[in-house]
């Protein structure tokens, strides 16, 4: 089992910094943060930009992976995105993973003067998003004509630091999200379906994992090249609430054959509130730190 945790883009570098460096040193696997233009309750507070957080975040840590969690076609186009992706791969030596999804039907959606779209247009919108990254971070010169996205002749050079494309960690509930995780994806990632109690949240999430685990034998893809992200505050019941609360969850996550855990760095109120002194309590007992 692997550990990553999202540091929310609020706080100013002189202090945000800290966070990137102690999540790393704490042991975490893998390091994210949310990409909006503004979130939920939080959206009238600070709030940085995602590109230049990570930017950042991959000089002050040198082993970690970074990523997104998650990106959207709601204020992105994918030949302008590639180039900061470009960047991000570069500057991280090879750590970015990005982390995609549909998007949501929040302030990011309508910020920009657009509609909400319905279910199937924001799904056939996604898949569209992510076949024209996968192109352009695989190709130099791609023309694309899609519904909604459209590319002429885009250079893409230098490419991905490595021989393969940047991992892509596809965000997905439905059979259709799905199966582009499983077509594009290096792993598929969920925050369940919800549920008003905890144990309603775990039985809805048991009938996503089946479903995917479905959708996957009818493709021809390895089930064992595949990693299972799970959220793990999606749920009603913070997953760093208390140290009984993560084992628990950690438990039952395995059960469910999930590779990859993330949780969210302590804040004082609101959204994920709790106690650092809660996160260092189950960092000692769940990672590896690093010297």
Known sequence: MRFGIVILPEFRWSEAARRWRTAEELGFDHLWTYDHLAWRSLADGPWFGTVPTLTAAATVTTEARLGTFVASPNFRHPAS????????????????????????????????????????????????FVE?????????????????????????????????????????????????????????STTGTGGETLEEWWRNLRVVTEKFNETLAASDRDPASIDRYLQLDAGPVFSLSSPEAFADAAGRAAELGFTDLVTHWPRPDDWYAGREETLFEVAGKFLTPRA
Do not use: Q
């Not at 509609?115 to 898949?127: I, Q």
């Not at 909604?148 to 940047?166: E, H, I, Q, Y």
């Open 81 to 128: 995105f590639v180039r900061e992706l470009l960047s991000l791969d570069d500057i991280s030596g090879g750590r970015f993973t990005l982390g995609l999804g549909a998007g949501g039907i929040g302030f990011d959606a309508t910020v920009l003067g657009g509609s909400v779209l319905p279910p199937m247009a924001r799904f056939r919108r996604f898949k569209e």
């Open 132 to 188: 024209l990254l996968d192109l352009l971070l695989t190709e130099d010169h791609v023309t694309y004509r899609g519904e909604f996205f459209t590319a002429v002749d885009a250079r893409t050079l230098p490419g991905c630091l490595g021989s393969a494309r940047l991992p892509f960690l596809v965000a997905g509930n439905g059979p259709k999200a799905m199966g582009v995780a499983i077509e594009h994806g290096a792993g598929w």
